[in-house]
């Protein structure tokens, strides 16, 4: 069975750091490109950021790049988000996708991880 | 960048048919996917590329794209069916964009 399992969510202040964590299980992860896509409260599916299999090629959404950093270590089947220089707009439900090889879709996500930016 | 609109709220009666649209600038061309998402519950994958279900999907749950407007059907609606919908695509520019997402409310 695939699962998808974040950690790492919180409460952060504005200007701080905060790693995530997606442990994944149930599939070949290093198979998969993999994906972070978050929810504000009261607010709708926003795609944040995604690593390749290769483990060095990323995209990232406008609104994080240069903030935030993806990674991947295939040998612990693990997917990070690095977000530093947070912003109360990254207040969000932050949940991790697996996309489906040779597709454009997300076929399994994780239950996401609560991130609170606040002073 | 690539805009996708979705009516913020759809309500329909029980056993009767909802339609969700999503409108996109010759939306047709692109492979639409549709997720459903309950609070507290992670996101699940309804239909991908326009038309198809995966599975364990029920038959009730289709779709289809032309032109300008992609539209998620669910026959029969059950009230376990009541979720916000989201419709996805990938953009040339390398990213995956979302709708604002649909508020389907079963009477």
């Known amino acids: 069975e695939v699962q998808l399992v974040e950690s790492g969510g919180g409460l952060v202040h504005p200007g701080g750091s905060l790693r995530l964590s997606c442990a994944a299980s149930?599939?070949?992860?290093?198979?998969?490109?993999m994906h972070w896509v978050r929810q504000a409260p009261g607010k709708g599916l926003v795609w944040v950021s995604r690593?390749?299999?290769?483990?060095?090629?990323?995209t990232y959404a406008d609104s994080v790049k240069g903030r935030f950093t993806i990674s991947r270590d295939n040998t612990k089947n693990t997917l990070y988000l690095q977000m530093d220089s947070l912003r109360a707009e990254d207040t969000a439900i932050y949940y991790c996708?697996?996309?489906?090889?040779?597709?454009?879709?997300?076929?399994?996500w994780g239950q996401g991880t609560l991130v609170t930016v606040s002073s | 960048s690539y805009v996708l609109t979705q009516p913020p709220s759809v309500s329909v009666a029980p056993g009767k048919t909802a339609r969700i649209t999503c409108g996109g600038n010759n939306i047709g061309s692109k492979s639409v996917h549709w997720y459903q998402l309950r609070p507290g519950q992670a996101p699940v994958l309804v239909v991908y590329d326009d038309r198809d279900r995966p599975s364990g999907i029920p038959e009730r749950f289709s779709g289809s794209s032309s032109g300008n407007t992609a539209t998620l059907t669910i026959s029969r609606v059950e009230a376990g069916d009541e979720a916000d919908y989201y419709c996805q695509v990938w953009d040339t520019s390398d990213h995956w964009v979302f709708g604002g997402g649909t508020k389907l409310t079963v009477l």
């Open positions: 690593m390749n299999i290769d483990a060095f090629t990323t």
């Open positions: 149930g599939f070949t992860f290093s198979d998969y490109w």
């Open positions: 996708a697996r996309e489906e090889r040779d597709s454009d879709y997300f076929d399994y």
